[in-house]
């Protein structure tokens, strides 16, 4: 199986049909408008694509249009975390028989879970998928999990199952815990913000895993690939001045509605919401100060996505 490619992968927003179903065609349409700008992989259903949000089988059936239609299956990684053991058992075999890598989370509802209980979960998740041998990357996002892998715990694992345990992405937004993960040789490490890339990766990381990647691929390729320092600056103020301060799905959402005067990029599922019109207002102010126009002019030229 391909190892998951590193440099610049892009955290997908989910794309709906006015039913509320998954639009498996657009999605594979902006896969293919993502990589065409400099993505060399995909994150499909993380925070930013609303996983928790999609069942299982959501999750496969969209991965098969999408590698249907194109998109190279060791390109695409998929935010497989979930409280239940059996879901993301599930999910990690599906996707090692597609030849697709897992990002797994920690099992975030359970927020009083010991350290070895969290081990334990970690450790059927890779025991119960070690015939189809499917490349994992653990998600470290505190903030949302609760509950955590340490850089002990992952010693554990890689000892325990070698060769499984191949990257990690880090939306910690620390550096010291991002660079933290490159004691293993065995990792691909990637940063879950952008104003981590530079520094990450003159360390010996990996590349980025991020929203703004999914909005502005060309900008973070050109970060990622060259100390552009007027670049570097321009995507660490989008990343934080802007889409940090709101809502990311939404945020990300908002922008490619209004540059491609598409209402249709707003579908969203519940609980989420779009932005109200007064942060929505703000949002896109704040992107069009930062952005020299490099980002409003790709995504205006993009060819439509949606049928």
């Excluded at 049909?17 to 408008?33: E, F, Q, T, V, Y």
């Amino acid at each position: 199986m391909a190892s998951y490619p590193r440099g610049v992968s892009a955290a997908m927003i989910t794309l709906y049909r006015d039913n509320g179903d998954i639009d498996g065609a657009a999605m594979a349409r902006l896969g293919r408008w993502l990589m065409d700008q400099g993505c060399t992989g995909l994150l499909l259903f993380g925070t930013t694509g609303e996983g928790p949000s999609i069942s299982v089988a959501e999750k496969i059936a969209t991965v098969l249009v999408m590698i249907d239609a194109g998109i190279p299956p060791h390109a695409i990684i998929v935010g497989a975390g979930a409280p239940s053991l059996y879901d993301v058992v599930t999910l990690v075999t599906a996707l090692g028989e597609m030849g697709c890598a897992a990002l797994v989370i920690p099992p975030y509802f359970f927020r009083a879970a010991p350290p070895e209980g969290v081990y334990a979960f970690m450790d059927e998740v890779l025991r119960r998928t070690a015939k189809v041998a499917t490349p994992v990357f653990l998600y470290h996002f505190v903030e949302m999990s609760t509950v955590a892998v340490d850089t002990d715990m992952m010693a554990a694992l890689i000892a325990a199952h070698p060769g499984r345990m191949q990257g990690v992405k880090d939306s910690s937004g620390d550096l010291a815990s991002v660079t933290s993960w490159l004691k293993f040789s065995e990792l691909a490490v990637f940063a879950g913000d952008d104003h981590l890339a530079r520094p990450l990766l003159e360390k010996g990381g990996a590349g980025v895993m991020t929203a703004t990647a999914g909005l502005a691929p060309a900008l973070v390729k050109r970060v990622v690939e060259s100390a552009d320092l007027a670049a570097e600056a321009r995507l660490s103020s989008l990343w934080k001045d802007v889409l940090l301060t709101v809502p990311v799905t939404e945020a990300v959402k908002q922008i490619f509605a209004h540059i491609t005067r598409d209402g249709r990029w707003l579908r969203i599922r519940p609980p989420l919401c779009p932005l109200d019109a007064n942060v929505s207002r703000k949002t896109l102010a704040g992107f069009h100060a930062i952005d020299d126009g490099s980002v409003a002019a790709a995504l205006g030229a993009m060819p439509p996505v949606f049928d």
